[in-house]
């Protein structure tokens, strides 16, 4: 199978794979695990609903019984299951509710109940409002019948007699106190007592009022909510069990099924994984971030891009011959090793390497120009570490240079390569082969120079150089080991003026500075063949 249709069945199995992963995933969402929660407040509602359901009952009862003075308690109560049912009606019975048409008919056939019963409460306290005003007015009406007759007497004292029975007995002997109020109202109008009549029509609403309250007091307690909020609280736990009873075999099919993926997943990932990162080694993963493209495989002749970058080129020196002392498997163990050093601090300081030019390194640091020199710096403190015990030590020259490049794929369609293109790079080339003018292991643009936090490093401004293939002349720095800025910019300055007897005479007493050393010679060479008159300090370097 070729490589493409390869990709394309690895594409297929994967986007099969995601519909099953997202099929058993809704599952799980829909058999999830009950909140914890929720739970613990649908426990409480149920059980809060059947205390208050049970107060409720009792308060009634008592408020009836006792003609207490006002239902604020038995409001509370109402209020309270109310709060609680509207909470379970809110969404707390949640997914249980949704998934299980019992608890939902249990939940409704509740909900109905504690309406009618909220619904008897109100009809039940207007008739005890009725029946306090009546009561409360009574025994003062009582007390106004005053009379020495016997017989308004006797009426005043079996009507209170009566009434006291009937409220003692909750209305038990409603037909002798009618009767009673019947004759009661006969006798106060024959006798002519007024005060006796009003107190007989006060006793008389009492009596009308009673049965009605005993009636909505009665159908009240009739209504089984008891008996409901039981059957929602098994119902609840029923729907509980099976739900976490369902919940447990989708986990566990979801759990099988993963693995399955997963191997699959693992195995698909693994090619192609290995396939990118191969081709990682042969095309950077950062260039093709800068080309916009997330693998090599979205790559097409003539992506490109231009931006600034931070150059850098590196370099063995006296490699040919140190290969002509070598074996093939000598020579390739040794690049291996001298590039993988290499490399280290390169991508430490966020570059990355684009080519390799036979023993050359070319990087680029999309960043700052600081990482470009500190990455100079790390190669060749890797390089020292790589000498050491080595009988024939490596020698490079690093240069670095900042500007405008282009970044971009080239060549036939079916053979590419990613590269760049610019005149920056031609400078970074040539800054390298100056390192073996100056004897100077980096060399630094003005460029790059400019570029660069002042308070990090000290540069030396070593000379301003023309180099072949650029047209403008640059500065050029280097990091001297030693601090010899000072005698160093004298002895510059008397080069510039075309004083080079003393200039070799300053260079020269500059020690252990191999580029002074280089400038001493220089100067030798321009005092027994000076430059031109138009001369102004610039080196022509005429070499690659």
Same mark, same amino acid.
């Given at each position: 199978?070729?490589p493409?249709?390869?990709?394309?069945?690895?594409?297929v199995?994967?986007?099969?794979a995601a519909l099953?992963v997202?099929?058993?995933?809704?599952?799980v969402?829909v058999f999830?695990d009950i909140?914890?929660e929720?739970?613990l407040l649908v426990?409480?509602d149920?059980r809060e609903?059947t205390?208050l359901n049970a107060?409720?009952d009792?308060?009634i009862?008592e408020?009836?019984?006792?003609?207490?003075?006002?239902?604020?308690?038995v !409001?509370?109560? *109402?209020?309270?299951i @109310?709060?609680?049912?509207q &909470?379970?009606?809110? /969404?707390?019975l949640g997914q249980?509710r +949704?998934a299980?048409?019992?608890?939902d008919e249990?939940?409704?056939?509740?909900?109905?109940?504690l309406a009618?019963k909220v619904?008897l409460?109100?009809?039940?306290k207007?008739?005890?409002?009725v029946?306090m005003?009546s009561?409360?007015f009574?025994?003062?009406?009582?007390s106004?019948?005053?009379?020495?007759?016997?017989?308004?007497l006797?009426?005043?004292l079996?009507?209170?007699?009566?009434?006291?029975n009937y409220?003692l007995t909750?209305?038990a002997?409603?037909? !002798?106190l009618? *009767?009673?109020i019947? @004759?009661?109202?006969?006798? &106060?109008?024959a006798l /002519?007592?007024?005060e006796l009549?009003? +107190?007989?029509?006060?006793?008389a609403?009492?009596?009308a009022?009673?049965?009605a309250?005993?009636h909505d007091?009665?159908a009240l307690?009739e209504?089984?909510?008891?008996a409901s909020i039981?059957?929602?609280?098994?119902e609840?736990?029923?729907?509980?069990?099976a739900?976490e009873?369902q919940?447990?075999w989708v986990?566990?099919?979801l759990?099988?099924?993963?693995?399955?993926?997963l191997?699959?997943?693992a195995?698909v990932?693994r090619q192609?994984?290995?396939?990118n990162a191969?081709?990682?080694?042969?095309?950077p993963?950062?260039?093709?971030?800068?080309l916009?493209?997330s693998?090599?495989a979205?790559?097409?002749r003539g992506?490109a891009?231009a931006?600034e970058m931070?150059?850098?080129?590196?370099?063995i020196?006296?490699?040919s011959?140190?290969?002509e002392?070598?074996?093939?498997?000598?020579?390739?163990?040794?690049m291996?090793e001298?590039?993988a050093?290499?490399?280290?601090?390169?991508?430490?300081?966020h570059g990355?390497?684009?080519?390799y030019?036979?023993?050359g390194i070319?990087a680029?640091?999309?960043g700052?120009?600081?990482?470009?020199?500190?990455?100079a710096?790390?190669m060749l403190k890797?390089?020292?570490q790589?000498n050491?015990?080595?009988?024939?030590?490596?020698?490079i020259?690093?240069?670095?240079?900042s500007g405008?490049v282009?970044l971009?794929?080239?060549g036939?369609?079916e053979r590419?390569n990613a590269?760049?293109?610019?005149?920056?790079?031609?400078m970074?080339a040539?800054l390298?082969g100056l390192?073996?003018q100056?004897?100077a292991?980096?060399l630094v643009?003005?460029?790059?120079?400019q570029?660069?936090?002042?308070?990090k490093l000290r540069?030396?401004?070593v000379?301003?150089?023309q180099v072949?293939?650029?047209?403008?002349?640059?500065?050029?720095?280097?990091?001297p080991a030693?601090?010899?800025?000072?005698?160093?910019?004298?002895a510059?300055a008397l080069?510039r003026?075309?004083q080079?007897e003393s200039?070799?005479a300053k260079f020269e007493r500059?020690?252990?500075d191999?580029?002074?050393a280089?400038?001493?010679?220089r100067?030798?060479?321009?005092?027994a063949?000076p430059?031109?008159?138009q001369w102004q300090?610039?080196f022509?370097?005429?070499?690659?």
């Open positions: 199978m070729t493409g249709r390869t990709l394309r069945a690895q594409l199995f994967m986007s099969a099953v997202t099929v058993l995933t809704y599952s969402v999830r909140d914890t929720k739970d426990r409480n149920l609903l205390t107060r409720l009792s308060d009862l408020a009836r019984d006792a003609l207490r003075p006002n239902y604020d308690d !409001a509370d109560t *109402a209020k309270g @109310q709060a609680a049912v &909470a379970l009606d809110a /969404g707390r249980l +949704a299980n048409s019992k608890i249990a939940f409704r056939a509740l909900y109905d109940q009618r619904g409460l109100d009809d039940i207007f008739r005890h409002a029946a005003n009561s409360r009574f025994p003062m009406a009582l106004d019948v005053k009379s020495t007759n016997p017989s308004i006797r009426d005043r079996d009507l209170e007699t009566g009434i006291l409220m909750a209305g002997n409603q037909e !002798a009618d *009767a009673l019947k @004759q009661l109202k006969t006798d &106060a109008a /002519g007592n007024e009549q009003i +107190a007989v029509r006060h006793a609403k009492l009596a009022v009673f049965p309250l005993n007091t009665q307690l209504i089984p909510t008891g039981a059957a929602l609280k098994n609840y736990n029923r729907g509980r069990t739900h009873e919940a447990h986990r566990l099919a759990a099988l099924t993963s693995i399955v993926l191997v699959s997943f195995f990932i192609i994984w290995r396939t191969s081709a990682q080694r042969f095309v993963i950062e260039l093709l971030n800068i916009g493209r693998s090599l979205e790559v097409k992506d891009v931006l931070h150059i850098l080129f590196a370099d020196r006296r490699f011959e140190r290969m002392k070598s074996s093939p498997a000598e020579a390739f163990a040794f291996n001298y590039l050093a290499m490399g280290a601090p390169i991508a430490q300081f990355f390497i684009t080519e030019r036979g023993d070319f680029l640091f999309p700052k120009a600081d990482d470009a020199v500190a990455a710096q790390g890797a390089l020292a790589l050491q015990g080595r009988a024939a030590p490596v020698e020259g690093v240069g670095v240079h405008g282009m971009g794929t080239f036939a369609t590419l590269g760049v293109i610019s005149v920056a790079v031609v970074a040539r390298e390192t073996k100056y004897k292991p980096l643009s003005e460029t790059t120079y570029r660069l936090t002042p308070e540069l030396r401004q000379d301003q150089v072949l293939g650029v047209s403008n002349p640059t500065f050029i720095y280097d990091v030693a601090d010899v800025h000072a005698a160093y910019d004298e510059m080069y003026a075309r080079f200039a070799r500059i020690a252990d191999p580029v002074s280089s400038l001493a010679k100067c030798a060479s321009y005092q063949a430059p031109p008159p300090g610039v022509e370097a005429n070499e690659k």
